[in-house]
């Protein structure tokens, strides 16, 4: 099998934004794509405007080595997870090398609860990792300290979520929106300060999403993300208008 874990855009601009860490990702096939469910909460926006097929994905061979490997999770875990750690601790002794703390985002086009699915990340308190999730219920225990310490969620709004993202919000919680930014010249468009109150933050800059403000009482923020492949032409809601 080939490598699980690989890089992205958005990955390297991480890289190149701090020399403090150095990241890598897992990309796994989303929605039911492989025939298992990877995304419990995914709203028919959220499935249309999938970056799954964005970059490298947009390869068929690359397509469906993410179904394989999303396979082999679901029907030989055991093995999986194995030969996922061995390239952690690969990964952790390359950082050590150079001198930086390793970073590992496990849903790329995927929503699992890693928490609960094996003690991989609890194994492994040297590595930050961190995601964005759809499902509520992870992030409420994420904002009530009941995940892993070294583990770091960002709530993901899509068309038929709005109220959990209040909510959310409302915790003290981060909430990732997609903008629309359609008419208007890259050159030109800017996130809005605001958004219901809360201040909006320009997640493109980065993925590491960890070194936003941490969640505290009532100062949960809006991570604003422009809308990048199938998004840009989005009209079930799931992007934000500008």
């Known amino acids: 099998?080939?490598?699980?874990?690989?890089?992205?855009?958005?990955?390297?601009?991480?890289?190149?934004y701090s020399d403090k860490y150095l990241s890598k990702i897992l990309y796994l096939a989303p929605s039911?794509?492989?025939g298992y469910q990877t995304c419990p909460q995914a709203s028919a926006g959220c499935a249309a405007a999938c970056l799954n097929t964005s970059g490298m994905g947009v390869y068929s061979n690359v397509q469906e080595a993410r179904k394989k490997k999303t396979r082999q999770f679901f029907e030989n875990r055991?093995?999986?997870?194995?030969?996922?750690?061995?390239?952690i601790t690969c990964f952790i002794k390359l950082c050590k090398k150079m001198g930086k703390i390793p970073v590992i985002r496990l849903n790329g086009t995927s929503d699992l609860s890693w928490e609960s699915l094996s003690t991989l990340i609890q194994d492994n308190p040297g590595v930050i990792f961190y995601d964005y999730t759809k499902v509520f219920s992870r992030m409420?225990?994420?904002?009530?300290?009941?995940?892993?310490?070294?583990?770091?969620?960002?709530?993901?709004?899509?068309?038929?979520?709005?109220d959990k993202c209040l909510e959310v919000l409302k915790m003290g919680g981060n909430v990732a929106m997609v903008f629309?930014?359609?008419?208007?010249?890259?050159?030109?468009?800017?996130?809005?300060?605001?958004?219901?109150?809360?201040?909006?933050?320009?997640?493109?800059?980065?993925?590491?999403?960890?070194?936003?403000?941490?969640?505290?009482?009532?100062?949960?923020?809006?991570?604003?993300?422009?809308?990048?492949?199938?998004?840009?032409?989005?009209?079930?809601?799931?992007?934000?208008?500008?």
Request: glycine share 6%; charged share 35%; net charge positive.
């Open 32 to 34: 039911t794509l492989s």
């Open 180 to 242: 629309d930014d359609r008419g208007v010249k890259k050159r030109d468009r800017k996130f809005p300060a605001q958004l219901f109150g809360y201040k909006i933050d320009d997640g493109d800059k980065h993925d590491l999403r960890f070194l936003d403000d941490s969640h505290q009482k009532n100062v949960g923020k809006i991570v604003g993300l422009w809308a990048k492949g199938k998004a840009r032409k989005d009209d079930t809601g799931f992007a934000v208008q500008v």
């Open 78 to 87: 055991e093995e999986f997870l194995k030969n996922l750690q061995w390239e």
């Open 140 to 162: 409420k225990k994420f904002l009530n300290g009941e995940m892993p310490s070294n583990y770091h969620l960002t709530f993901s709004m899509s068309e038929i979520n709005f």
């Open 1 to 16: 099998m080939k490598r699980l874990l690989s890089s992205s855009v958005k990955i390297e601009k991480s890289n190149v």
